[in-house]
């Protein structure tokens, strides 16, 4: 896999049958390792390391409904009151980040309500503060600590 705008984090890789798997911390089982899944495994490590974000609070590929479809969020971060805080949604590197995945991730905030939005595709980053009432956000120059949005949101 490519090396990412991320800091280099060790992982555990196994390859069956020809594919190749990576051992996710939070659902504590190996999954396939795809573009998409390096960049979501870089984005945890540096959520809980760099950042300081609690590994229990944090839920990783959930499905839920939406208007009578199914989808699923990447990662949902959860407050220490139980809320939802960030909803991240992680693209393979070649995607680029733009107007549609920035609509997506909106779709999916919209049923969860976080006030913070980050947005990655392990080479590009953008995170957001939501005010959850008047729908405008603003861009935030980094991802900020933990305790920080657990604070405002």
């Known amino acids: 896999m490519e090396p990412l705008n991320l800091p280099t984090y060790f992982f555990r890789i196994k390859e069956d049958r020809g594919k190749k798997y990576i051992f996710d911390e939070i659902r504590r089982r190996f999954v396939l390792l795809t573009p998409e899944e390096w960049v979501r495994q870089h984005m945890i490590n540096f959520l809980v390391v760099e950042k300081h974000f609690p590994g229990q609070l944090l839920s990783v590929e959930k ?12 990662l949902l971060v959860y407050n220490r009151k139980g809320q939802p805080l960030m909803i991240v949604e992680c693209k393979a590197p070649g995607v680029e980040i733009n107007q549609q995945v920035f609509d997506q991730a909106g779709r999916y905030n919209h ?9 990655t595709n392990g080479m ?9 009432e008047s729908g405008q956000y603003a861009f935030l120059p980094d991802v900020p600590d933990f305790d920080h949005m657990d604070a405002q949101g």
Do not use: S, V
């Open 111 to 119: 049923t969860h309500k976080a006030p913070y939005m980050l947005i």
């Open 63 to 74: 499905g839920f409904r939406q208007n009578r479809y199914r989808q699923r969020y990447d």
């Open 124 to 132: 590009k980053h953008y995170c957001c503060f939501i005010n959850i």
